[in-house]
């Protein structure tokens, strides 16, 4: 059922019982948040997104609050602005004070909300670092929770997207932070490196460890491409900086995965500009000079080692062998594994090439393996 309420005196429609939150980014309103994200369950922890209601007492937090019919909403009123600048002084008053070399700064929630508030460093902070930097053995996620505000987007986005559970929280007030199982390291949590929890940080608490130090968001170039490693067809944005992949980020426009990738597609991108990776065919020296494989005690001997050689010479040799050994032995006696790192138009080829023109069946790809 639709109702109406009036949001900065704007009348709207809304389905009944809507977050107001949703509704305000449905009609053009911005409404400010940090702990929340479309992709979670919403919390109202910090308040940001707090707004004025009509005949209410306090703020209500926009995120956790839903509408009723003839609800009055102001988002920018200066109770609502003053309120929302202190919280972030709040946050501000245990940060540390390195934007300047900080790996999130221009990419960072945080910084971005005390730009458009003007939120000065209040002097009664803490001035100290109260954890230990890049304190996990995790090789791919950094963490430094000296920059975590406790947003708790990292518990829920391990939860409720990856179902592993391998953050929580300890303790309360002032010594309330977020811990890895109870307390232990990240792998020992049983954590699958999936990078969830840093892909879903507003902060710099948790980072990418393999781009850490290599470029900020301004340097950067983002191009959306499609993972190579499996069937399920993810996207991502390729994090490009002078004509090299540096990272892998979450593309949350992406539509059969959004935010979410596995360890393999978030962060098994290194091949790519890897010094030993082969960019073109090799051939053992006994097949060009055609003689007979060398046995187990003579495989250090020159017609064993690997010579660089034409694409038209490697497809010429391939397609003699597979035609002998068919020929010789059978069509099953050929077997032929497909790689994801190929297109599905030439994986289909291969299907075809493999059971019309071969004869067997005996065709299997990586990514089931």
Known sequence: MSIKITIDGMSVEARDGARLLDVARQNGVRIPTLCYHRDLSPTGKWRVCVVGVQ???????????????????????????????????????????????????????????????????????????????????????????????????????????????????????????????????????????????AAYCPTGALSDKMVYGLGRAHQIQKVITTCAYCGVGCQFDLNIKDGRVIGVTSNPAAPVNGMALCVKGRYGYDYIHHPERLTKPRVRRYLLDGNSKPGADHRAEPDWEWLEVSWDTALELTAHKIAEARDTHGADSVGVLTSAKCLNEENYLMNKFTRQVVGTNNIDHCARL
């Open 55 to 197: 005949g209410g007492r306090f703020l209500q937090a926009a995120g956790v609050t839903t509408i009723w019919d003839g609800m009055v909403v102001t988002t920018n009123s200066p109770r609502v602005m003053r309120n929302r600048k202190l919280t972030l002084e709040m946050m501000l008053a245990n940060h540390p004070r390195d934007c300047l070399i900080c790996d999130s700064s221009g990419s960072c929630e945080l910084q971005d909300l005390a730009y458009e508030y003007q939120v000065e460093v209040p002097a009664w902070g803490s001035k100290g670092t109260r954890f230990q930097v890049d304190s996990d053995p995790n090789p791919f996620v950094r963490v430094d929770f000296n920059k975590c505000i406790l947003c708790r987007r990292c518990v829920q986005a391990c939860a409720e997207v990856q179902g592993r559970f391998v953050w929580g929280v300890a303790n309360r007030g002032f010594n309330e932070m977020i811990v890895a199982g109870a307390g232990t390291s990240m792998l020992e949590a049983r954590c699958e490196s999936c990078g969830q929890c």
